[in-house]
């Protein structure tokens, strides 16, 4: 069983997370079925794992496809300094993108890594030109469009490995 260096959870806490990544609207009574545990046990396992932040939030995964954000483009920035001021003005910005889905900073030849959902390659220039342009202290944007999906998981496999 994977331990967190942070949190003390059992098997039955695991199992339990298994359950929720799959389906966050799950009630106890069916998480109870299927960890093997009664609703009220289930509702006290959950609000402890949510008071420890073993679950951060419960979200709904929409269909950006569906809803016309069919290209997913992830953006490498590389910035023209690495200097703090430059890296919080940087990361101040970014979030006040409205096309920004995801922002990190990474190691390695790139400084942030972006996701963008956007609905065509011409809107993906528009995004460019309005919002990845303008950002402050940026000396290299390179654009990859995902042609595939090939896998999509709230959690890795990995983290339930040894969950029944």
């Known amino acids: ?24 609207r799950a009630s106890d009574v069916w ?5 093997n545990l009664s609703s009220t046990a289930v509702a006290r396992r959950r609000k402890s794992l949510e008071e420890r932040g073993a679950v951060a939030s419960y979200s709904a995964n929409l269909n950006m496809p569906l809803l016309g954000f069919g290209v997913v483009v992830f953006v490498a920035i590389e910035l023209s ?29 790139t400084d ?4 963008l959902h956007v609905q065509s390659f011409e809107d993906y220039d528009r ?11 940026v000396a290299k944007i390179r654009s990859s469009f995902v042609m595939r999906e ?3 998981r709230v959690a890795p496999p990995v983290v ?5």
């Open 1 to 24: 069983m994977p331990k967190s260096e942070h949190l003390d959870l059992d098997d039955v806490d695991y199992r339990l997370l298994k359950e929720l990544s799959a389906d966050g």
């Open 31 to 35: 998480l109870g079925e299927q960890i």
């Open 81 to 109: 300094s690495q200097a703090e001021q430059a890296l919080n003005e940087f990361e101040r910005e970014v979030v006040k993108c409205p096309s920004v889905s995801y922002c990190g900073f990474v190691s390695g030849d």
């Open 112 to 115: 942030f890594l972006i996701m």
């Open 127 to 137: 995004v460019y030109r309005r919002e990845l342009s303008r950002l402050p202290h």
């Open 150 to 152: 090939v896998a999509r």
């Open 160 to 164: 339930f490995q040894d969950v029944d």
